[in-house]
């Protein structure tokens, strides 16, 4: 029962009862839209530009497109390798694989796959 029919008094009748127009949904639909899309470009472009990778010498990281971030690390400094995974992390197999090396460096190679099988490797390696 609608609100409208619990609140009635004694005698009282409904003689019209209204709906929003489904035209107060397009903005808000638009919009949604359109952020999703802008949010996909975004996540496809860093997807893209990023880039891992361990040499005999260093362990990099570089992210961006127009604006460069880079990380690198001597694998003669390493000092541990280690994993972080979340629940999806651990559901799909994915999660971020962190270098650390002597002081506070560090290089973070996020949202990797098999992390685990890539800690081996690298850890194999050196």
Wanted: proline share 2%.
């Amino acid at each position: 029962m609608k609100y409208l029919n619990k609140t009635l008094t004694k005698g009282e009748k409904v003689i019209v009862n209204a709906k929003m127009s489904k035209w107060s949904l397009l903005i808000p639909v638009v919009f949604g839209i359109f952020t999703a899309f802008v949010w996909t470009l975004f996540a496809l472009i860093r997807y893209a530009t990023t880039e891992y990778g361990v040499t005999t010498n260093k362990v990099l990281s570089k992210t961006g497109l127009i604006k460069r971030d880079t990380d690198e690390l001597r694998t003669i400094k390493i000092e541990g390798v280690d994993v972080t995974q979340g629940y999806l992390g651990r559901m799909f197999g994915y999660g971020n694989l962190v270098f650390t090396g002597t002081g506070s460096q560090s290089v973070t190679f996020k949202m990797v796959s098999n992390p685990l099988d890539l800690k081996k490797q690298v850890q194999e390696t050196f």
